[in-house]
């Protein structure tokens, strides 16, 4: 059994009364993440972990943010398109471990229906799919409450 592992990474810059995506739901905010798509940073990063573990380049490349296609729409798309090239690789995703990184809001209460969000679009089991947060303890941009950041590793297997 052949298996690989991929990082993502991803950060967007928080504006104010601008809608707050985070795993496919919407999250009450007086500020949001601004972005060429929905931005939601956390499935940018899961999409940026998938494609480097089949070593399919980026999110930037598949989904650049010249293309109005990809204007205003919704991450989970780009996560099953994502998904989608992997499989043409003959490659299937095992499972999905994420780290949110932001000051505010407190995101605990949405995690179940993230989960359930990018387990839906990715095909996998909720089981399969672990997101936690953590705090800057005010350092930094995301301290300053100016930005998010997401972190994303993945493991995909070989099919046989």
């Given at each position: 059994m052949k298996i690989k592992v991929g990082f993502g990474f991803d950060v967007h810059q928080l504006k104010e009364d601008h809608p707050f995506m985070l795993g496919g739901v919407q999250v009450a905010h007086h500020s949001g993440a601004f972005g060429h798509s929905d931005a939601d940073v956390l499935v940018?990063?899961?999409?940026?972990?998938?494609?480097?573990?089949?070593?399919?380049?980026?999110?930037?490349?598949?989904?650049?943010?010249?293309?109005?296609?990809?204007r205003g729409i919704s991450?989970?798309?780009l996560l099953t398109e994502c998904v989608r090239l992997l499989n043409d690789k003959g490659w299937t995703l095992g499972?999905?471990?994420?780290m949110l990184c932001l000051e505010a809001p407190k995101i605990k209460p949405y995690i179940p229906q993230m989960k359930e969000h990018i387990a839906k679009a990715a095909g996998l089991s909720v089981d399969d799919v672990s997101i936690k947060a953590?705090?800057?303890?005010t350092m930094g941009f995301v301290g300053r409450q100016e930005g998010v950041v997401a972190y994303a590793v993945c493991l995909i297997e070989r099919n046989q």
């Amino acid at each position: 059994m052949k298996i690989k592992v991929g990082f993502g990474f991803d950060v967007h810059q928080l504006k104010e009364d601008h809608p707050f995506m985070l795993g496919g739901v919407q999250v009450a905010h007086h500020s949001g993440a601004f972005g060429h798509s929905d931005a939601d940073v956390l499935v940018h990063a899961i999409c940026d972990a998938l494609l480097g573990a089949a070593n399919l380049g980026d999110i930037g490349h598949h989904f650049p943010n010249t293309d109005e296609r990809w204007r205003g729409i919704s991450s989970l798309v780009l996560l099953t398109e994502c998904v989608r090239l992997l499989n043409d690789k003959g490659w299937t995703l095992g499972n999905v471990d994420a780290m949110l990184c932001l000051e505010a809001p407190k995101i605990k209460p949405y995690i179940p229906q993230m989960k359930e969000h990018i387990a839906k679009a990715a095909g996998l089991s909720v089981d399969d799919v672990s997101i936690k947060a953590t705090t800057n303890e005010t350092m930094g941009f995301v301290g300053r409450q100016e930005g998010v950041v997401a972190y994303a590793v993945c493991l995909i297997e070989r099919n046989q």
